[in-house]
């Protein structure tokens, strides 16, 4: 349809500039944060050193930023497969591991037993199930709760993520999707925009629902009928594999 080869459009040119972004601005960053910490070791005035500091805090934002666009744009195997939903929940589960906080959270996961495979890029359905994993960790303290489920819901498989952690005003929610959005020191904001666009490019969607204090749920939903050929265009996936 129309607003199918627009959506498509829109997918091959956000993944050819992530990548034009990640070539042409990622080797000049590097550079300037290794002039940095020359300049760092010297002997400084107060003043200089304070503001040399702000000038590396920033840098190292646009680096983060910059990142999360590689992670998404340049996924380890760009071809499409068939795979399990278990598959993918429990690698993202398994690389979440490492990530600070986690131990002090209670996983829980639930999966559907004979649950229909999916088609798709297993790397990019694995990054986006991490990501709502760290969301969530990060929007719980410790003794959190967040909880994975896969089930099937007609012609859907739907995975979920819950936590009981900070919830989200309404003011916050309306904004979710917004690039550039977060509310974290650190954050980019890019990891759920970048998200809704990978699910929607497999026929899929990210939809949530929030109580400010108690807690948030996400919710991927994928068909499980076979993708037609062109849902993804091939530009998203490998143009930063040059
Ligand atoms: P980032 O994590 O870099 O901020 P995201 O796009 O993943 O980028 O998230 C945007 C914002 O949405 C977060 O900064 C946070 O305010 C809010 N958010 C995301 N997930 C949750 C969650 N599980 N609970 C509460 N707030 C959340």
Redo the contacts with the bound molecule.
């Keep these: 349809s129309q607003a199918q080869v627009m959506h498509q459009d829109k997918m091959a040119g956000f993944g050819l500039l992530a990548a034009g972004i990640a070539h042409e601005v990622g080797n000049p960053l590097t550079s300037i944060s290794s002039l940095l910490q020359i300049l760092e070791k010297r002997n400084l005035d107060e003043y200089t050193r304070s503001k040399l500091g702000l000038i590396a805090g920033q840098l190292n934002r646009i680096q983060g930023t910059l990142r999360?666009l590689m992670n998404f744009s340049r996924p380890v195997n760009p071809d499409r497969t068939r795979f399990e939903p278990k598959e993918i929940v429990e690698e993202a589960l398994h690389i979440a591991k490492y990530y600070k906080g986690i131990k002090s959270r209670t996983i829980e996961s639930d999966i559907a037993e004979g649950l229909p495979q999916l088609t798709g890029i297993r790397d990019q359905l694995v990054q986006i199930i991490f990501?709502?994993v760290?969301?969530?960790i990060?929007?719980?303290s410790k003794g959190g709760l967040i909880r994975l489920e896969a089930r099937r819901i007609e012609n859907v498989v739907e995975i979920s993520?819950r936590?009981n952690?900070?919830?989200?005003s309404a003011e916050?929610q309306s904004?979710?999707?917004q690039p550039y959005?977060?509310?974290?020191k650190?954050?980019?904001?890019?990891?759920?925009?970048?998200?809704a666009k990978m699910i929607r490019a497999h026929g899929g969607d990210l939809s949530?629902e929030?109580t400010l204090n108690q807690?948030?749920i996400?919710r991927i939903t994928i068909p499980t009928r076979e993708w037609e050929p062109q849902s993804v265009p091939p530009q998203v996936l490998s143009s930063s594999r040059s």
């Design positions: 999360e990501n709502l760290l969301n969530a990060d929007a719980t993520i936590d952690g900070v919830g989200m916050q904004r979710l999707f959005f977060t509310t974290k650190q954050g980019t904001g890019l990891g759920l925009f970048i998200s949530f929030s807690g948030t996400f």
